[in-house]
Every structure is written in structure tokens, then in C-alpha cells.
RNA sequence: GCGCCCGUAGCUCAGCUGGAUAGAGCGACUGACUACGAAUCAGUAGGCCGGGAGUUCGAAUCUCUCCGGGCGCACCA
């Protein structure tokens, strides 16, 4: 039922703590061989499963299964069969200690549990002074996330955004990759031009009085985007507040603001400037609130001043992407055919993709197929300014800009690209990818990712607390969608303040003896680990009904479970006066004395380390160990498919089997010395393995809790 | 009309290229703090995996179909 499959595509560039894969592997060939040998047969993929329970093994293979029609033999036969090959050879198999037949034919592999935890905990000792890997050549990966419209506060849904995308940058990096992160700033559309609406029609400000405004929030150490919020909901009314004239005439404003922010060089310009920097610096902030850094921000003004798109539209029409339309309602228009769409030569598509209106601008998806062949290095001669525009503690963030400054890095090139984009975009995602593959970048458009997400939605009882209007039949639906037009919806900042407010209350209570700056180090641990977490235990298209009750609990599978699992261990060497790190280092020299002792004693179970790990009442313990070799495995599984929440998963099943240990063995009393090391090791390799996933997921753990 | 996503326990969700007795958390009910701090642990109850058909030795998982819910399908940005 919950057996695993074990992918073999993408391991090639895990190259640490990999037990588990290692004796997957070896497995897989060596069934191969036998196969070959006693059938003739060459099966590529054997499958090599993790069984649903520990009584069936470590590993498994249902292959005779899937041979007893070939063969037409019974599966059990054929099992039997493999099994005594395998058995009459198990010298050649280092790591394994027996094979077996089980249920209706199904193989299962026992591992040497004392030669792997030999080995995993040899793996750990390493990592703990160079905790980062590095590749010799490492991919060159670009991972766009956040993105957020830069005319108001980010809400609860973008949170969700840019924690997948920090996420999934930690863990390509965890890999090995080299990773850009991209947050893309749409400073010249509507929106930003609604709000600058807002500002010099609905407020009547003019340039002068909308800077000096923004001097006085700072002063007051208000936040801008907060205004903002407000006033874009405010505006959002007034264009359908007046009688059918008036709102006429403000649509006209409307429009005629957008194409004076687009133009340039003009005031109305310079307030979308203003504004937009001055909130886009406030979402660096928020972001930063939660551990999240950007590496450079390209902004639509510069795609569209440096026209990005004239050199890419001459190479669209020359290799015949787009064609220029004659007839139907996309008459005059450069037109680009949809994925998968069967027209005959000749015919009229009626359902072609616009890319240039008939008055000859450019559409959207014309500007982000430009955008996208400069992110793949594929726009010659042209390349953003790039100017400094905030610090972080070890690195600057970049932001685009018409000249800039002489020296600056390289951004762009990429040789795969990660969109974090919600899943209602997925179809003017498609229309670039088509783009790229049309125009002859198949391998590109083959490492161009669409990590595409649901969104987050508020639950109706949760629009009601916060004082929200909701309309009768929207009070028997699940949830509601979250507008940022409206000014529906939670705000980031409000959120993270709400739950750090709840987590200082309880470290008030519980660290007395601490000062108050530790303290609130630890609370806003607590919360961040307890928002990070949250966003990333729903697999990526599950929408989240959001609920305060829910995102505000730190019980159960949450993130301060998974951290306080590791503050326990920290707590247990602290009152042991020892280190995870001596301990280990004892512990292998312990294993390698027995392994010498081992040979001697071959065959004798049930003593020194393999004792420890044998029988049913320390199967909690071996469970832990297997648990934490099976670390990279995850990681490769979570990037292949793109997901997050498997390595979630993981963190919270590996403090759930701690704790479930924690409670069965005590350790500190532990009266055999052996023994008490082996305990004190296990600890050590699963607090080890926790930090490094809980740092994968961007929580940290706390020294206290 | 076309396309994509979802439907699994009272609630919120896992279940990873088909595989062994369908799993967690919350909520409910029982129990466990003078041992490494209970933000914890142990236990009980709770399921026609939306319905139907098909493929298969084997289906929550693949195919088809129906039902229910959501989101997209502009020369808007």
C-alpha cells in the first residue's frame, strides 16, 4: 500500500548520505545478473521498493510478480527460485544479511543493520564540518518566485508563493545546482497604475505631496504598502462608485495613466516609481522576515525600454512561429498557434494566440517569451543595467535598470529555468513554452518548469472574524478566493505578527530563565518555523482553506513539533555534557572495533551493535536509523516531481520515530556504556538528519523551547 | 463548448512511474509528568478511497463514462 518506489532517474548528482540508495542499487544490478542468468531474461528497471512495513525487510522487489506470466510459472516459484540465487551469493552482496519469499511472491531484502548503521553514522560525521556539497560543475539553475504586483501589502497567498519557491531554492541547492533567484517585478501594469490613480485622482496628491507622504510613513515607521493596500481597494470602487458618465471618464484615466507609466520619462511615471520601489522594498522585507533572499530583480520597465522584444519578434516571424493574420477576429494581428492545436495549412485558426495587437503593441505573452529567451541566454546583444538595491548580511540583491553600474555579476543564461507561478497561469505559461519549442529550443523548453500551485483561499468563518462582508451563498462554500483588488484577504506581516505574539506568550511562560532578546530570538523561530511549515505540508495543487485555528497551532504535524524533536536531543548532550559530534566519533570507533570482532563471531546475533538494533522491542530504533538513510532519497524524489512537501513529510515522520524513541529508551541512565553510546549516536545522526531537512525547508531550530 | 485541477475517516490532508492489513494530524473518548521539559507519548472509536464500467495475477493509483466542486480559455494586463 504505502510501499515506495525507488526512482532511478536522478541520483546522478546526490553524492552524499546515500546508504539507501547505494544498497538499492546494488540490489537492482544484482537481480539483473540473476535474471540473466537463470532466464535469459534483461529487464532495464527492476523495481526495488521500500515495503510498507518493517516485518516484510528494508528492501523489495515484486518482480517475479510481474515474470510469472512470461515465465508461466507460479510467482512463488520463480521467488524461490531468485531468492536461493541470491542467497548462494550473498558474500558478493556487502550490506545485506539474508533474502526471503513472501505473500504471493514478493522478495524481500534484510539489510546488516549493523553495518549500516556503521556506515550512516561514518556518513554524518563529515557533514558536520562541512555541512554544504559542492559539484565540480554544477547545473546552472534559475528559479523565479514571489513576483508580487508591487502596489500593496503581500497576502497570505503570496507567502505560499515565495515559501515554495525559497524552498525548492534550498533544495536544488542541497543537490549541488547553482541557483539564481529571479523575483519579477511588474512596476508598469494596471495595477501599479491603479494605485497611482488612487494617489493623484481619488487623493488629488500631486508628485511633490505623494513624496512627501512617503517620507512621513517612514518617519512614523508606518508601512507604505499598508496605505497602498487601502487605497488600490479604494480605487478599485471609485471606478465604479459615480454615475455611467463619471466612471466612464475615470476608465479614460485609467488607461491614459498605464500608457504614461509605460512611456517613461514623464511625473505620472515618476509616481508609479515611487511607489512601486517603495513597496517592492517592503516585500523584500516581509520576505527576509521569513529567511527568504533574491539574488536580482528584473522589472518590466527595463524589459520594455530595452526592447527585449523587437529582437525576439524578428526571430519569431523568421522561423515562422508567428504569422500575420488576414481575416477573422485576429485580423491584423502577429498570431502564434496554441499547444496541441490541429489546423490545416491554409485554414483560418480562429483560436490562435495573439502576440501583437493589430495597433502594433505587443501583448503579455509577447513580452514574456522575450524575457524567457534572455533568461535562457538566447536574446543577442541585449541584457539588463543592473544596479545594487538591497543588502543582505552575506550577499547583495540586484535590480534591473537602464545603464548601471559597471561591475556587476552575470544573471541569466540559465540551463534550466523553475516558474513558481500559481496554476491559473498555467495557460500563458504553455503559450511560452510552445513559443520556445516552435522557434527550435526544444531543450530548452524541455527545462522550462511551470511549478504551478493552488491557491490559498480563506475559509468563510475565517472572512467573517476578520470583519469581512461575505455574501449568503459564499457562507456554505469551502472557501473563498482572497482579492487583492477588494483588499480581501490576510496580510503577510499581520499574520507573521499574529503568530509571533502567540509564540512569545508560550516562551514567556516556559524560558524564564533566559533574556529577553533569547526569548524572542526563539518565539520568532517558533512562528516562522509554524508559517513555513504550514505552507509546505499541502502538496503543491491542494488549494488551503486558510484558518487561523489551523495555521496558528503548533501541535501535531506542525513545524514546532518537528523542532521541538531537536531541541530535545540538544537538550539530552547538554545534560549528558557531550556532543553530537564526540559521540559519533566514539560511536565509530566503537562499530569498527566490533566489525573486526565480527568475523570472529560470525553468524552470533544478538550482540554488540547489531544486538542493539535487533528484536522487536528496539524496532522503534531501527526504524530511526533506516529513517535518516533514506534522507537523500527524498530529495531526489521532492525535485524530480517538483514537491516540497515530501521533504515536510520526512522531517515530521523523523521527529514523530524520535519521539516515539525519546519515550520508550531512556538514555542518560543507560547503564551499559555500549549501549549508551549506540543510544546517544542514534540521537545524535537524528538530530543531525533533522536540522539539515528543517534547514532544507528554511526552519531553524531553536536551543530552546 | 474546450482545457487543467480536485473528490480518501466528523474536519484538514498524505498515500511518490499499480503491489502486501488504506495512513497521518486535528477533533472525540481512555490513560501517562518526583527520570533527557507533556509544544510530548500510548490506546479506543471512526473509511463502498464520489458512482459505474474496463485493463490487470493485482486498482485509491491506469483508461472510459457519469455526478459534484474549483480554476482557466481576450487584440485586458
Not at 544484482?30 to 515495503?51: C, G, Q, T
Not at 508601512?223 to 487605497?231: A, E, G, K, M, P
Not at 525535485?639 to 512537501?645: D, R
Not at 513529510?649 to 541512565?669: D, G, R, V
Amino acid at each position: 500500500m504505502c510501499a515506495a518506489r525507488i526512482s532511478l532517474v536522478n541520483q546522478g548528482f546526490l553524492r552524499f548520505s546515500r546508504v539507501y540508495l547505494e544498497l538499492q542499487r546494488q540490489l537492482a544490478v544484482h537481480l539483473r545478473s540473476v535474471l540473466k542468468a537463470k532466464y535469459s531474461l534483461d529487464i532495464e528497471n527492476i523495481p526495488v521498493e521500500i515495503p510498507p512495513e518493517l516485518k516484510f525487510g528494508e528492501l523489495a522487489t515484486p518482480v517475479a510478480l510481474q515474470l510469472a506470466r512470461s515465465l508461466r510459472k507460479a510467482p512463488k516459484m520463480i521467488a524461490q527460485e531468485i531468492v536461493e540465487a541470491l542467497q548462494s551469493d550473498l558474500a558478493a552482496l556487502t550490506g545485506f544479511a539474508g533474502f526471503e519469499v513472501a505473500g504471493a511472491g514478493y522478495i524481500n531484502a534484510r539489510l546488516d543493520r549493523a553495518a549500516f548503521a556503521r556506515t550512516t553514522a561514518a556518513a554524518e560525521l563529515p557533514k558536520l564540518a562541512h555541512p554544504f556539497f559542492k559539484l565540480a560543475n554544477p547545473p546552472h539553475s534559475l528559479v523565479e518566485h514571489t513576483s508580487i504586483n508591487p502596489n500593496k501589502a503581500a497576502h497570505i497567498g503570496h507567502l505560499r508563493n515565495a515559501i515554495l519557491g525559497d524552498t525548492f531554492v534550498r533544495m536544488l541547492r542541497a543537490a549541488g545546482s547553482q541557483v539564481d533567484v529571479q523575483n519579477y517585478i511588474d512596476n508598469t501594469g494596471v495595477q501599479v497604475a491603479d494605485v497611482v490613480v488612487g494617489f493623484l485622482y481619488v487623493e488629488g496628491k500631486s508628485l511633490a505631496e505623494v513624496r512627501a507622504l512617503l517620507d512621513d510613513l517612514k518617519a512614523r515607521g508606518e508601512r507604505v504598502d499598508y496605505y497602498c493596500w487601502d487605497l488600490y481597494a479604494r480605487t478599485s470602487q471609485w471606478y465604479e462608485q459615480g454615475s455611467e458618465a463619471e466612471n466612464a471618464e475615470r476608465k479614460k484615466l485609467r488607461y491614459a495613466t498605464l500608457h504614461a507609466i509605460e512611456e517613461g520619462g514623464n511625473e505620472t511615471a515618476e509616481v508609479a516609481e515611487l511607489i512601486s520601489t517603495a513597496v517592492l522594498r517592503r516585500h523584500l522585507e516581509t520576505m527576509l522576515r521569513l529567511g527568504i533572499e533574491y539574488d536580482f530583480l528584473p522589472r518590466e520597465s527595463e524589459i520594455l525600454h530595452l526592447k527585449f522584444w523587437e529582437v525576439a519578434f524578428e526571430e519569431l516571424k523568421q522561423k515562422g512561429v508567428l504569422y500575420f493574420e488576414t481575416e477573422g477576429k485576429n485580423k491584423g494581428c502577429w498570431v502564434m498557434r496554441r499547444p496541441g492545436a490541429e489546423i490545416a495549412d491554409g485554414e483560418l485558426d480562429e483560436d490562435a494566440k495573439a502576440i501583437v495587437r493589430s495597433n502594433g503593441t505587443v501583448t503579455y505573452v509577447g513580452k514574456d517569451i522575450a524575457y524567457h529567451l534572455w533568461k535562457f541566454g538566447l536574446l543577442p546583444g541585449r541584457d539588463f543595467g543592473y544596479e545594487k538595491f538591497f543588502a543582505y548580511p552575506d550577499h547583495e540583491c540586484w535590480i534591473s535598470a537602464m545603464q548601471g553600474e559597471a561591475d556587476h555579476p552575470h544573471f541569466g543564461g540559465a540551463s534550466a529555468i523553475y516558474n513558481v507561478i500559481d496554476s491559473r497561469q498555467s495557460d500563458p505559461q504553455a503559450n511560452v513554452i510552445q513559443a520556445l519549442r516552435g522557434m527550435g529550443y526544444t531543450a530548452q523548453a524541455d527545462h522550462y518548469t511551470h511549478f504551478s500551485y493552488e491557491m490559498v483561499a480563506l475559509t468563510p468563518r475565517c472572512a467573517v472574524e476578520l470583519g469581512y462582508t461575505v455574501a449568503e451563498e459564499d457562507l456554505s462554500r469551502p472557501y473563498i478566493e482572497v482579492s487583492g483588488r477588494k483588499g480581501f484577504g490576510v496580510k503577510a506581516d499581520d499574520l507573521i505578527d499574529k503568530l509571533i505574539a502567540a509564540t512569545s506568550e508560550e516562551v514567556e511562560k516556559r524560558q524564564t530563565s533566559r533574556d529577553a532578546t533569547e526569548r524572542e530570538t526563539i518565539a520568532r523561530q517558533i512562528a516562522i518555523g509554524a508559517l513555513r511549515y504550514f505552507m509546505l505540508k499541502f502538496t503543491r495543487n491542494s488549494v488551503i482553506a486558510f484558518d487561523f485555528k489551523d495555521a496558528l497551532s503548533f501541535e501535531g504535524e506542525t513545524g514546532p513539533y518537528c523542532q521541538y524533536a531537536a531541541v530535545r536531543i540538544r537538550n539530552i548532550f547538554r545534560k549528558g555534557g557531550t556532543t553530537p559530534e564526540n559521540v559519533l566519533a566514539e560511536f565509530a570507533e566503537l562499530a569498527r572495533q566490533r566489525a573486526d570482532a565480527h568475523s570472529e563471531l560470525a553468524g552470533q546475533q544478538g550482540s554488540g551493535i547489531a544486538g542493539f538494533l535487533a528484536g522487536e522491542e528496539n524496532e522503534d530504533i531501527w526504524a530511526l536509523w533506516l529513517r535518516a538513510g533514506r534522507r537523500s532519497l527524498v530529495l531526489d524524489q521532492a525535485i524530480t516531481v517538483s514537491e516540497p512537501a515530501y521533504l515536510a513529510k520526512h522531517a515530521f515522520q523523523l521527529a514523530q520515530e524520535f519521539n516515539n524513541f525519546y519515550h520508550k529508551h531512556h538514555i542518560l541512565t543507560e547503564e551499559d556504556a555500549e549501549r549508551k553510546t549506540f543510544l546517544l549516536a542514534t540521537a545524535a545522526v537524528a538530530l543531525h538528519e533533522l536540522v539539515t531537512v528543517l534547514g532544507w525547508l528554511g526552519i531553524e531550530t531553536p536551543e530552546a523551547m
